[in-house]
C-alpha cells in the first residue's frame, strides 16, 4: 500500500517504496488527461515553491515552472548568483529561511550531501533536480514513457549504454531494482557503477529485478526492449572530456547497436541534451578535436522512430506535477 506522500522530500529514488512510484506514475497520467483535456487543475491555488539552480537547466526547471502554475502555485528562480547559498549563508540556515516563506523546494546541484541537508532543515518537501549522484525526478518521465511506449515496466529489458556511474545510471539502477525491470549496464569497467549502490540495487530488488553490469554487446542488447544513454561528460566533470571520449566512443548507439538487439521495435532513450550532432559549439569542438560526428547517438538514432525522447522530456513536466501535487 502507498503510503501518503504529504510533507515528503524527494532525494533518491530509494526514499519511495513500489507502491509509491506506482500512484506517482498514475496520478501523472492522469494530470496529463487533464492537461490535454484543457481541464484545469489548481488543486495547490495560493502556494509557493522555490526553485534552486547551481546548475543550468532547461527541462527540469520549466517542467517546475508549468507544473507549479498549472497547480496554482508560484515558483520562484533561484540561480547560483542571486542568493546567499554557499557564499555567506549555510546550507542550514538558507533551508531555514526558504521553509518559512515557501510550501517546497526543488535543488539542483554539485554535492548529493546539499539536497540532503536542505531536506533535514528546511522543514517542508526538498525535490532533487539533479546531484552529481542521482535524478530521480527524470526516472519517474522515464518509467512513465516506457508504459506509453512498451505497456509495462516489470522484466523490461532495459539496457542502459555509456557513464555506467553517473547520476543517471545510478538513478536507473536504483529505480530498476524497486519496479522489477531486467537492467543492464553496458559500459567499460573503468565506468561501472559503484559497489556500494550496486548491493542497495539488490537489496531493494528482493529478487524481482535482474542487474546485470557488462562490457559484452552481445550479452547486454540480446532482446532489449530499451536503449538509453546519457551524456558522456556529465556537468562539473569537464576536465574528464578527452578521458570519457577515448574510453567510449565504441559505445556510440546507432543504428548496429540497435541491430544488435535483434528487436526492430526497440525504443531509444535519452534524458537530454545530447550530443547527436555538431550542430552545438560543443559538437563543433568534439567534431574538430576529435573526428566524431557525434558523441553517445548518431544523428541517425536520435531522429529514428524508434527514438522516444521528446515523449520523455514532456513526460518531465506530468510527472513532477504529480509530485508537487502529491507531497504538498
Ligand atoms: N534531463 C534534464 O534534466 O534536462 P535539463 O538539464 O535541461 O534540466
Ligand atoms: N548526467 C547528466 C544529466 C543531465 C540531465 C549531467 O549530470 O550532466
Redesign the pocket.
Known sequence: MAQSLKGRSLLTLGDLSAAEIRLLLDTAREYKRLKYAGIAHRIHEGKNIALLFEKPSTRTRCAFTVAANDLGIAPEYLGKDDIQLGKKETTEDTAKVLGRMFDGIEFRGFKHETAEELARHAGVPVWNG?T?KF?PT?ILADFLTIEEHVGRLKGVKFVYVG?GR???ANSLMIGSAIMGLDFRILAPRELFPEQGLVDWAHQLAGGQAKITLTDNFEEALRGADVIYT??WV???EEDQFANRINLLRHFQVNRDMLSLTGNPEVKFMH???AFHDALTATGRQVQEEFGLDAMEVSDEVFRSDNSVVFDQAENRMHTIKALIALTL
Open positions: 539533479l552529481d535524478h527524470q557513464d553517473n547520476n543517471m546519457d551524456v556529465s556537468m562539473g534524458c537530454l541534451p
